[in-house]
């Protein structure tokens, strides 16, 4: 199967469960380098980079509060710093135009 992202890193909020989680996953399947958050369950989030490591792609989590907006540009920090890239963000929840952590990657990138 040919790596149709690969190269690239995406980072996927809200990525424990649901919608998030299935988001992750096929952005990992496709070569993607996958950068997630999770709110609260530490012990989920080390189970979801286990299981995405297995497509053969970087993968770290990261707790954090999407809607917090000190915490959304460390975030986006850490994942540049740590993957050197954002290349895709996909967020999972209903404000995801109003979010803090949408808001700063667009400031962020618009430096570049």
Do not use: W
């Not at 190269?7 to 952005?27: D, F, M, W």
């Not at 460390?74 to 209903?94: A, P, Y």
């Amino acid at each position: 199967m040919e790596k149709l992202l690969a190269g690239k890193t995406a980072l996927v909020t809200g990525a424990s469960k649901g919608i998030g989680r299935g988001i992750a996953e096929k952005l990992a399947i496709h070569g993607a380098r996958v950068a997630f958050t999770y709110l609260s369950s530490v012990e989920k989030g080390q189970a979801l980079e286990r299981e995405l490591q297995k497509y053969g792609t970087q993968v770290k989590g990261y707790q954090s509060d999407a809607s917090d907006l000190k915490a959304a540009e460390k975030l986006i920090n850490d994942v540049v710093g740590d993957f050197r890239s954002l290349d895709i963000r996909s967020e999972e929840h209903t404000s995801e135009l109003q979010s803090p952590c949408n808001l700063v990657c667009r400031l962020l990138l618009e430096k570049k």
